[in-house]
């Protein structure tokens, strides 16, 4: 199985500052004939669904601030939250579906300080 | 647009077993893989298990191979997971989830509200 590790597993940042979380995976999910990283990144709020955030590593799903974006190839990957805002307050999860088990990190807690 | 509702859940004794249900609307139900995804109290988020859009693969984690088997009726628009010999580690929250494409190399863009599952004697 692919393991999928994040850092840090939780994190404060100020209200307007940068919050960046990593992401590495135990082997590359790089698909070499498609060039595409099979890497997600998802947002996870208590009482709701997980919500999609980046795919392919650095594409964002629609209606999602430009403030999230997704960075890096193969084994190690970036999620940059810029100008943090307070609904921003969630879980990170990363995923690789390069492979089943479609696995997930550990999780990253983001706070406000 | 598209939406995924799930039913059943609740608290059973260990050993014995559930049903969970998905009930998709709003898209091609049929061109779609559908993943299940649990989070434990205090824990973060464990795949569980994907069928293919046609129903022809299906792949589980470790931990529920042998005892978990996800189903799908295309023409009801429905995935099941029948979860047997339940253990106390079962208790979560479960979810459903639509793979983008059909056959789990994409990412999960929909997902149900989620069930409660509850194995305590």
């Known amino acids: 199985d692919i393991v999928m590790t994040q850092s840090p597993d939780s994190l404060a940042v100020s209200l307007g500052e940068r919050a960046t979380i990593t992401c590495k995976s135990s082997q590359s999910v790089l698909y070499h004939s498609n060039n595409e990283n099979y890497l997600a990144w998802y947002q996870h709020k208590p009482g709701q669904p997980p919500k999609l955030l980046i795919y392919?590593?650095?594409t964002r799903e629609s209606g999602v601030p430009d403030r999230f974006s997704g960075s890096g190839s193969g084994t190690d990957f970036t999620l940059t939250i810029n100008n943090l805002q307070a609904e921003d307050v969630a879980v990170y999860y990363c995923q690789q579906y390069y492979r089943a088990p479609n696995t997930f990190g550990q999780g990253t807690k983001l706070e406000i300080k | 647009q598209a939406q995924l509702v799930q039913s059943g859940g609740g608290v059973v004794q260990p050993g014995r077993s559930l049903r969970l249900s998905c009930e998709a609307s709003g898209f091609i139900f049929s061109s779609h893989a559908i993943h299940w995804v649990r989070q434990a109290p205090g824990k973060g988020l464990e795949w569980v298990g994907i069928v293919w859009y046609d129903g022809t693969s299906k792949f589980y984690a470790d931990s529920v191979k042998g005892r978990f088997t996800i189903s799908r009726d295309n023409s009801r628009y429905t995935v099941d997971l029948q979860m047997n010999s339940l253990r106390v580690e079962d208790t979560a929250v479960y979810y459903c989830a639509r793979d983008r494409g059909g056959d789990g190399y994409n990412p999960a863009d929909y997902w149900g509200q989620g069930t409660l599952v509850i194995v305590s004697s």
């Open positions: 392919w590593a650095s």
